[in-house]
């Protein structure tokens, strides 16, 4: 017992140790995030919050016209970054980094949001389908992992990667096998490096939205018409039909998938990671499709 008893307590001191070493995380006034496909949509409004919050923030995206806006709207220069990346790319990811680090002298908040919707039917869907949409969004935003893990590592003061999945990364959603599979494959993204990353006090949580019709160029770009054709509705009516399916019978906003990712990284949920975090009004808790 009194040998037991001595490991517990070894054990414990050993454990305090580590929790003093692990640096708190910083508020979002003195962060740097660095956030893909944040051109559009609800990227756009997440560094939006992360910016009214006070982040210097990194508008990365394909579209260099989009993500020049939304930097401008962000402040400009001073507060705001536009830089122009294809996250199927390592060279640019790493030259986003660069960019990211030379402006604001590095990167603590990294959100995985960039993505495309190639999602049909499976007799439909090719191999380039599958291959597009994976190279995207599973190994896009596993690239845009490791380049943040590598450069909070180097830093040593701990950060935040945050996923947005989606509902579908749990549920089936109809017909879009691709799409539903590299949500899948990003949670489990999110449980492989909270766990890997942990040590560093780096966490890794992520989002999982459903029905963020509005602003969504996803939707706008045919994805809209797809799900209006399966559920038997007017496109320009989706977003009413989908807030009606929730629990809460509202619909959910960029805003509401950015209010989330505050929560995530501002600092209560500190000892929070590998978590997705349903901003859905509902529709998962209650297995709708
Ligand atoms: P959106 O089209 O408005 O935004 C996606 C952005 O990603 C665009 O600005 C686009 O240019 C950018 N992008 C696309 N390919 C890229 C690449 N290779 N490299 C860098 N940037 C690239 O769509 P959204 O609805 O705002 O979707 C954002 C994220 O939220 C996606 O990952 C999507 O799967 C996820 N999501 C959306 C919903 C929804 O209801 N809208 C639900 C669940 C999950």
Request: hydrophobic share 45%; net charge negative; charged share 20%.
């Amino acid at each position: 017992i009194e040998e037991s008893e001595k490991f517990r307590i070894e054990y414990w001191e050993l454990e305090e140790a580590k929790l003093r070493r692990m640096p708190a995380p910083k508020p979002l006034a003195a962060r740097v995030a660095l956030v893909t496909g944040a051109g559009s949509g609800i990227g756009r409004a997440i560094a939006g919050r992360l910016a009214a919050e006070g982040a210097c923030v990194v508008v990365a995206d394909l579209d260099a016209d989009s993500a020049g806006r939304v930097a401008e709207e962000l402040g400009g220069p001073d507060r705001a970054l536009a830089v122009t990346v294809d996250v199927t790319s390592e060279e640019q990811i790493a030259e986003a980094f660069r960019a990211a680090a030379l402006a604001f002298g590095g990167v603590d908040l990294v959100v995985n949001n960039a993505g495309i919707s190639v999602s049909k039917p499976l007799l439909e869907t090719s191999a380039r389908d599958w291959d597009l949409q994976h190279s995207i969004m599973a190994r896009g935003s596993f690239l845009v992992s490791r380049e943040a893990a590598r450069i909070m590592g180097e830093q040593g003061l701990g950060g935040d990667i945050v996923y947005i999945a989606s509902k579908n990364a749990v549920f089936a959603g109809p017909n879009n096998i691709a799409y539903s599979a590299t949500k899948a494959d990003q949670a489990h993204q999110v449980r492989l490096l909270a766990a890997e990353l942990g040590e560093q006090g780096i966490r890794v949580n992520g989002v999982n939205p459903d029905g963020v019709v509005r602003g969504s160029g996803i939707f706008a770009g045919g994805w809209g018409a797809q799900r209006a054709a399966v559920y038997g509705v007017e496109e320009s009516k989706l977003g009413e039909f989908y807030a009606q399916r929730t629990l809460l019978k509202r619909e959910v906003l960029p805003e509401h998938v950015a209010n989330a990712v505050f929560a995530l990284t501002a600092g209560d949920l500190s000892h929070t990671t590998g978590l997705l975090i349903p901003v859905d009004a509902g529709v998962a808790a209650a297995f709708l499709r």
